[in-house]
DNA sequence: CTAGTTTTTGACCATTTGGTCAAGGTCACT
DNA sequence: AGTGACCTTGACCAAATGGTCAAAAACTAG
């Protein structure tokens, strides 16, 4: 059989060749989503036959999976990253900037995400409804305790992770919207410095207590 | 020819039909994208074989297109409404609130709109580029006036109306997993209040002027 | 070098799907 | 009721697409 991830160990060939199909296969679905998505369009994206492609992932479903896998390994670290003993507002901040960074520097991952979560993630309901719940249960309560503690002005954390997680990823998700609205002039460095001083003033601001 | 919405007058029949089309294809275009819908599931949807929903819309494009302009009619709305008048902190308060109850109450629209965003906007690129930026630089005027005048913190009120842009709808584009991560317990109506409670302190106290 | 394994692909197939067409049914107006 | 325009659809078509298969090419271990 031609499983490829199998108890057998890999070969170069494989590492290489499936590395290059998830590369293209990021881009196809980031670009195209699911249904828009062709085989034969990863396949010329990672230089190669269709057939084999098909070799190391029995069906287009699974490219999907490891390529959404893949990115959801990533997905999660800045929040797992957000330090209880760390000084509040500091740690805010700072997970806001992994995130933007993140919407910068890897726009198809997120893109990626958007589609699936705007399908109505067929494939990680139950990612959202275990791993992710958790993370996020737990680290709202750290920042409950922070705004016990007058660290923080009152608000819902769970409104704040998703003000963080929209406005961030928005960079990413809706880039020609916001190029579009933006105008030429500014450049993708300067957005993001941009955006930063914002989130600065405005959120940061509006966390900080009086 | 079959073209239904040219010189002559509409039937009733044309109204009727062509309203039950664009219902269904707004269903079918938010959940599965452009590339993931069918004639036949638009059709079926509407009521009707595809031969006659062809008969009203000349192609799958054109639907999509009729669909879509429709939507963007409202979209703009909110923010053109944004009062110079106005008191600078109850203008943007009603700005959010009327974003955010477009996401409750037109959560497919948001997520058709998100889609093509996503997709890249081959449809609606100039009128992101035309009608919308010009609207926002409008606006942001206004905002900056204000900001000027010592009512609002200082701030780049471009990044401010992608905040407002991006919170607000993800509780329509990202449901599922806003769902998944507050869980069963939060009614859809407490999930607005508290989200309505957020942005009125972090954005709305984030843009006080202390 | 050789044998065995892994990799690669042209040709092919079944299904789906956007769109056509001709024929029949329905509606509105006189 | 009659008539012309409008509406509806079953049957059909061509193209696109996910996936198969057998046979050839390339690689690897001994």
Redesign the pocket.
Known sequence: M?R?AET?RR????VE?ESQILAAALNAFAQNGFAG?????IAAGAG?????L???F????EVYRAVLGRTLETWLEPLIALDPAGEPLNEIRGYIRRKLEMSRDRPQESRLFAGEILAGAPLIRDVLEGELKDLVDEKVAVIRQWVADGKLAPHDPYHLIFAIWATTQHYADFDVQVRAVLGGSVSEDDRYKEATAFFDTVIIGGLTPR
């Open positions: 031609a490829a057998r070969t170069r060939i494989q060749k998505t062709t085989l034969d369009g190669m036959s269709k057939p084999n098909i070799y190391y029995d069906s287009k479903e």
